[in-house]
């Protein structure tokens, strides 16, 4: 059912994904429970998009999965998008810190948070302008 709603608007599956080859993004629907880490108390927010409400992490969930694969898989990239994030959203860093220690990567945050920091000082890494 899935597979044909999305082959209706292009999307085709590969693996556990859609994609589409008008776009770079690929759609997944990851199995439940929704976690960040070993955390699974992982609450949507709305998000209005055009005239649309649709379900999705919250900025500091956001950040955290991003942190999760830079903390388990030393993924440089989603330690940018991480500080990215954190620049661009208001996420709560208290959350962020505590969880990363109970994920066993408090040293790993100590680098987000250096990076974070160093990002809001330089006046040419500063978060983007919309």
């Known amino acids: 059912m899935l597979d044909e709603a999305l082959a209706r608007v292009g999307f085709k599956r590969k693996g ?3 994609v589409h ?10 199995r439940g429970p929704i976690s960040v880490g070993r955390d699974v108390r992982i ?10 409400r649709l379900l999705a992490l919250s900025a500091t969930d956001s950040c955290r999965d991003r942190l999760a694969a830079f903390y388990h898989w ?4 989603s330690l940018e998008t991480a500080v990215s994030i954190a620049l ?3 996420v709560d860093l208290a959350k962020i810190r505590s969880w990363s220690a109970a994920e066993g990567s408090a040293r790993k945050f100590e680098d987000f948070a250096r990076e974070l920091k160093a990002r809001k000082r330089s006046p040419f890494l500063k978060k983007r302008t919309k």
């Open 16 to 18: 556990d994904r859609y």
């Open 21 to 30: 080859p008008l776009s770079r993004f690929f759609v997944e629907f990851p």
């Open 43 to 52: 609450v949507p927010v709305p998000l209005r998009v055009g005239g649309l």
């Open 74 to 77: 030393n993924d440089r990239q």
């Open 88 to 90: 661009n959203r208001k």
